[in-house]
T-cell receptor
Framework: QSVLTQPPSVSGAPGQRVTISCTGS?????????IYWYQQLPGTPPNLLIF???NRPSGVPDRFSGSRSGTSASLAITGLRAEDEADYYC????????????FGGGTKLTVL | QLQLVQSGAEVKKPGSSVKVSCRNF????????INWVRQAPGQGLEWMGG????????HYDRKFQDRLTITADELTSTVYMELHSLRSEDTAIYYC????????????WGQGTLVSVPS
């Protein structure tokens, strides 16, 4: 069971907007630990999508955006496209006794 | 352009060890951390640990700290991940990933190495 909780799946039609939530606790997202989002296409390594909560690396379309509030974070994708169909993971750091990098369980995005 | 190239797939017996390499092409080696993340079949991502060669520091997740060793060879710009006492649950794709600033931002990732431990 992951320390960060994500919905197992979300879906949307082309052109629509979807959001993926990432719920943590006071020992990780709640401590203002940085949040990262990765996109993983089938059969490929994860690829950095969002860093430091809401920043996009060069080459990532502005259709992707990140936000955080309290002990949760969200990834929003607007203007959904077929090529966005992938698994999405949030990542942060937990400063509890375990002191570890933590990932969400992943969310499968299906473009209808 | 930094590229991380990992060694090939492995099939191991339960109880044995596996050593996976990750070679750094085109980037600074000593002042860059390399971390290891694994992904079991059909499952999510799991951080194992990392090394920061310039500080000679390693950090391991508690789950693996008793049987995981991460080392670095500056001469060949290669980082090694060795997992001991393998069991079937260790069957996974093992990825290395760069962490340039020590803040656990992983970019880029290696291509992945499949380690199979048949029961």
């Amino acid at each position: 069971q992951s320390v960060l909780t994500q919905p197992p799946s979300v879906s949307g039609a082309p052109g629509q907007r979807v959001t993926i939530s990432c719920t943590g606790s006071s020992s990780n997202i709640g401590t203002h630990s940085k949040i990262y989002w990765y996109q993983q296409l089938p059969g490929t390594p994860p690829n950095l999508l969002i860093f430091d909560d809401d920043n996009r690396p060069s080459g990532v379309p502005d259709r992707f955006s990140g936000s955080r509030s309290g002990t949760s974070a969200s990834l929003a994708i607007t203007g959904l496209r077929a090529e966005d169909e992938a698994d999405y993971y949030c990542q942060s750091y937990d400063s509890s006794l375990r002191a570890s990098v933590i990932f969400g369980g992943g969310t499968k995005l299906t473009v209808l | 352009q930094l590229q991380l190239v990992q060694s090939g797939a492995e099939v191991k017996k339960p109880g044995s060890s596996v050593k996976v390499s990750c070679r750094n092409f085109g980037g600074h080696f000593r002042n860059t951390a390399i971390n290891w993340v694994r992904q079991a079949p059909g499952q999510g991502l799991e951080w194992m640990g990392g090394i920061f060669p310039v500080f000679e520091e390693t950090h391991y997740d508690r789950k693996f700290q008793d049987r995981l060793t991460i080392t670095a060879d500056e001469l060949t710009s290669t980082v090694y991940m060795e997992l001991h006492s393998l069991r079937s649950e260790d069957t996974a794709i093992y990825y290395c990933a760069r962490d340039m600033n020590g803040d656990y931002l992983f970019d880029p990732w290696g291509q992945g190495t499949l380690v199979s431990v048949p029961s």
